[in-house]
């Protein structure tokens, strides 16, 4: 059972360029999540997902876009790159709200 | 601003010494908690959760954690912290449809 999966798990982009990260989960839940986090903040949510084709904005969504066409898919794009978008970048998913989330390893991003 | 906070930014303790780890929120309603832990380099994992009843809650790993309605807050405990709990923890609220962290407090276990 592979859980929640991201890919790629590294990545140095330059500014402007854009990329998509994909989440890819195995466990039917409705919710999925994008966090990035920094040090000393902790995770901060990106966009969330509470079914198959919705998606919603989360404390820090400006810069970022996000799908969800598939239930088990969760896509994170960039379109235009910045440095202040270096990161860790979680992914997260869970069956319904109030249930326990799993977390992706992460994808380490770096825009210079 | 609704908010979770956790006052520690880094704590040190003895391997054997017990550990309190605090966890504020700022919510109207009490939300759903929850505590995570993550080692370097990896994803979190749940440690325990508080959703109604029982105030003391048990975990994994022989961690507990207490909700305090009347302090808004849900700290988490230890009695004797082994070497393999140096981590950073992480505390959680779902106050809505989103789950909402903390800036973590980064635990280090003095042999």
């Given at each position: 059972n592979a859980g929640v999966t991201q890919t790629p798990k590294f990545r140095v982009l330059k500014t402007g360029q854009s990329m998509t990260l994909l989440c890819a989960q195995d466990?039917?839940?409705e919710y999925m999540y994008w966090y990035r986090q920094d040090p000393g903040m902790g995770l901060r949510l990106i966009h969330y997902s509470v079914g198959e084709g919705t998606t919603a904005k989360g404390e820090v969504p400006d810069g970022y876009n996000v799908s969800r066409l598939k239930k088990q898919n969760f896509l994170l794009g960039l379109e235009s790159a910045a440095p202040s978008q270096t990161s860790v970048y979680f992914c997260a998913s869970s069956l319904v709200r109030n249930t326990e989330a799993f977390f992706g390893q992460g994808t380490r991003l770096t825009v210079v | 601003a609704q908010s979770v906070t956790q006052p520690d930014i880094h704590i040190t303790v003895s391997e054997g010494a017990s550990l309190e780890l605090r966890c504020n929120y700022s919510y109207g309603a009490t939300p759903y908690l929850f505590w995570y832990v993550q080692s370097p380099g990896q994803g979190l994992q749940l440690l325990l959760k508080y959703?109604?009843?029982?105030?003391l809650v048990q975990g994994i790993k022989g961690f507990e954690a207490e909700f305090k309605r009347s302090q808004s807050s849900f700290n988490l405990r230890k009695p004797s912290v082994h070497w393999s709990d140096a981590a950073e923890y992480f505390c959680a609220v779902i106050p809505n449809n989103d789950m909402r962290f903390g800036a973590g407090t980064r635990l280090t276990v003095k042999p």
């Amino acid at each position: 059972n592979a859980g929640v999966t991201q890919t790629p798990k590294f990545r140095v982009l330059k500014t402007g360029q854009s990329m998509t990260l994909l989440c890819a989960q195995d466990m039917n839940h409705e919710y999925m999540y994008w966090y990035r986090q920094d040090p000393g903040m902790g995770l901060r949510l990106i966009h969330y997902s509470v079914g198959e084709g919705t998606t919603a904005k989360g404390e820090v969504p400006d810069g970022y876009n996000v799908s969800r066409l598939k239930k088990q898919n969760f896509l994170l794009g960039l379109e235009s790159a910045a440095p202040s978008q270096t990161s860790v970048y979680f992914c997260a998913s869970s069956l319904v709200r109030n249930t326990e989330a799993f977390f992706g390893q992460g994808t380490r991003l770096t825009v210079v | 601003a609704q908010s979770v906070t956790q006052p520690d930014i880094h704590i040190t303790v003895s391997e054997g010494a017990s550990l309190e780890l605090r966890c504020n929120y700022s919510y109207g309603a009490t939300p759903y908690l929850f505590w995570y832990v993550q080692s370097p380099g990896q994803g979190l994992q749940l440690l325990l959760k508080y959703f109604s009843g029982d105030t003391l809650v048990q975990g994994i790993k022989g961690f507990e954690a207490e909700f305090k309605r009347s302090q808004s807050s849900f700290n988490l405990r230890k009695p004797s912290v082994h070497w393999s709990d140096a981590a950073e923890y992480f505390c959680a609220v779902i106050p809505n449809n989103d789950m909402r962290f903390g800036a973590g407090t980064r635990l280090t276990v003095k042999p």
